[in-house]
C-alpha cells in the first residue's frame, strides 16, 4: 500500500559466547545502535519503525537509564523501536526476583511507551519443568535464571502512537498459531522476536523460519521476522518474502509492511482444512496398502 509503515530489521549476529559475556555488553548495545542509525540505501525512506532481535538489548533496562538515553540518541524524531529484552519483576524484599522474555516498545524520548512477556516458555530452555529435582540431578536451564523465567499472562498488541496494531510473538510462540489466533485476527503485523544463534549452522533456522512463513498465511497476516543470527525477513500474508538477510548476515533491512488479508470468505476454518488434508492422507496409505496387499496375493 502506498500510505504502508516502514520497518528496519536489524541483524547483528552475535555469537552465543558474546551474548552471556558481562565485557561484551557495551560492544554488543553499540552494534546493534549503530545498524539503527545508519541511513536508507539510494535515498530510500525512513524507517518508522525499527525491531532488534529477542533479548538484543543487554541490560536490564529499566535499571540502566543510560541505555534509554543512548537509544532516544539512535532513533530520530517519532521513530519506535521495539527490541527484545529480559525484564524483571519484584514484589518486595525478601521475595525472589522474576524474569521474563519480553519486548519492549520504546520512543525516540528514549520512553518504555508498551511492553509484552513471553507467554509459551520452552521447558527445559527458559524453565524447568520438576525444577527442584533436576537440579539435584545438575541440570539447568539453557537460558538459567534462579527459577528460571516466568510466563506472561495473554498475548497483546503493542499499539503504535499512529495506532498500528503489532502482535509480538517470541522464538517458538510464531509456531502456535491457535493460541495467538484471537490476537492476531486484530493486528496489523506479527513481530517476531527470535535467536536461532542456538542452532548453529545446521537446518533449525531455516526450519524456523520457513515456519514463521506459514504462520503469515494461515492467519493472513504479515510476519515482520527478527533473527539475532538470520534468517530475518519481511513476510507478506501469503507467505512471500518482500526482502531479507540469511544466516550469518550481519546487516540491516528496510522495507513497507506489506498488508493483512481478510480470511472471513474461507469456504472452511483452517482447523477444517488441516483434517481435511489428514482424511486424504490417512485414506491415501489405507488404498496404497490395499493394492500392495492384492498384488502379492
Not at 12 to 22: F, G, R, T
Not at 55 to 63: D, N
Not at 131 to 149: C, I, T
Not at 271 to 288: C, D, K, R
Request: proline letters at 7%.
Amino acid at each position: 500500500p502506498e500510505n504502508a509503515r516502514m520497518v528496519r530489521i536489524v541483524q547483528p549476529v552475535i555469537d552465543q559466547a558474546a551474548k552471556i559475556d558481562n565485557n561484551e555488553r557495551s560492544r554488543i548495545f553499540e552494534a546493534h545502535l549503530k545498524l539503527t542509525m545508519e541511513k536508507p540505501q539510494d535515498g530510500g525512506k525512513r524507517p518508522d519503525y525499527v525491531i532488534w532481535p529477542e533479548t538484543s538489548i543487554p541490560f536490564i533496562v529499566t535499571q540502566n537509564p543510560d541505555a534509554l538515553v543512548r537509544i532516544a540518541d539512535a532513533l530520530e524524531d517519532g521513530q519506535i523501536l521495539i527490541a527484545g529484552a529480559v525484564r524483571t519483576e519484584n514484589d518486595g524484599a525478601g521475595t525472589p526476583t522474576r524474569y521474563y522474555n519480553s519486548a519492549y516498545m520504546i520512543d525516540s524520548q528514549g520512553q518504555i511507551i508498551g511492553g509484552y512477556d513471553k507467554v509459551h516458555l520452552v521447558p527445559f530452555g527458559e524453565y524447568l519443568p520438576l525444577e527442584s529435582v533436576w537440579m539435584r540431578l545438575g541440570l539447568n536451564a539453557v537460558a538459567a535464571f534462579p527459577g528460571g523465567y516466568s510466563a506472561g499472562p495473554r498475548y497483546q498488541h503493542l499499539t503504535t502512537p499512529d495506532g498500528t496494531r503489532l502482535l509480538p510473538l517470541i522464538c517458538y510462540e510464531v509456531i502456535f498459531p491457535s493460541e495467538s489466533a484471537e490476537a492476531a485476527a486484530t493486528a496489523d503485523a506479527i513481530v517476531n522476536l527470535t535467536n536461532d544463534g542456538w542452532f548453529g549452522y545446521t537446518p533449525g533456522p531455516w526450519q524456523h523460519f520457513h515456519q514463521a512463513r506459514i504462520h503469515a498465511v494461515e492467519m493472513g497476516v504479515p510476519v515482520i521476522r527478527n533473527s539475532n543470527s538470520g534468517v530475518s525477513a519481511i513476510i507478506d500474508a501469503y507467505g512471500r518474502v518482500t526482502t531479507g538477510l540469511d544466516f550469518g548476515v550481519v546487516g540491516k533491512i528496510d522495507g513497507p509492511i506489506p498488508a493483512r488479508i481478510n480470511l472471513s470468505n474461507r469456504m472452511f476454518s483452517t482447523h477444517a482444512y488441516f483434517w481435511l488434508v489428514e482424511i486424504v492422507l490417512i485414506l491415501s496409505t489405507l488404498l496404497n496398502r490395499r493394492s500392495f496387499a492384492e498384488r502379492h496375493n
